[in-house]
């Protein structure tokens, strides 16, 4: 079924704007620089410096995949939600078009999609006027949609739906579904107990045995998840030495899965 196409989907929702680029450094740093409204959204066919998290470099071959970035003003407490908001909607977007069987699409805590356990989709989320009320979010949203080779670095942690499904996707056609369901579901992104209550059920991760590393400098520790927190946090059971366990709360970090 085809969507409405975006300048419907931007008239539709009231956004102020959207800018397209050949070539950009990063859709997510343009945004920032800019002081772009809430409303923007900007969209890039290349970035010659797209970041991941974790100050990571963010590969994508040129024309091939979706690279943007939603300024979005939000009323939140727990700026941390919006990215389970957001993963969410870009899950949900694919899950609604592909059929991936048992080795599918899954939210890995806190904001990635894998997809036959490869990362399809990254998000990296940045924020303004941190110490206020009214936060200003640069959601950047990287999906990997018809690139077929991927650097020697990433080759094996990484896919597309290319390499998947053996079909090419329609980028634009993509982009509007993921800009109708986020703005049609935004109350979702301010009701942060039905939101991780949501995000929880799809991600299934309770029991899954993990390796856990606050950033790319410290150690990894293993263990087993215990839970997400309403707030978003993840609770995490280690092995520890003789038999003792000990559960920590974490805000941040990365999980790979053992
Ligand atoms: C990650 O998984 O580490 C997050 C990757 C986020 C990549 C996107 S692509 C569009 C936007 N612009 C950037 O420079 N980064 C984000």
Redesign the pocket.
Known sequence: MKTDSLSEILIAYNLRAVLYFNSID????YARENNLPSGSLII?AE?T??????D?N?E?EKGSNI???IVKSIRTENPALINFYASYIVYKTLTDLFTAGDNGFALKWPN?ILLDGR?IC???TELKNIKTDRKKFYI???INVNQLKFSESIRNKSTSLVKHFNRKSDISDLIARIIKNFCENIKLAFDYSSLTEIWRKAAKLEGKRVEFRLNDTTEAHSGVITGIKDDGAIEIESDTLVGVRKKSVYYSGEISFI
Do not use: M
């Not at 990063?26 to 740093?29: A, D, E, I, L, R």
């Not at 410096?49 to 974790?54: E, Q, S, V």
């Open positions: 990063s859709t997510n740093k890039a970035q410096k797209g970041r991941g998290r974790f990571r963010w994508s690279l943007l970035t990635d990362k990254g998000i990296l950047g949203i990287g």
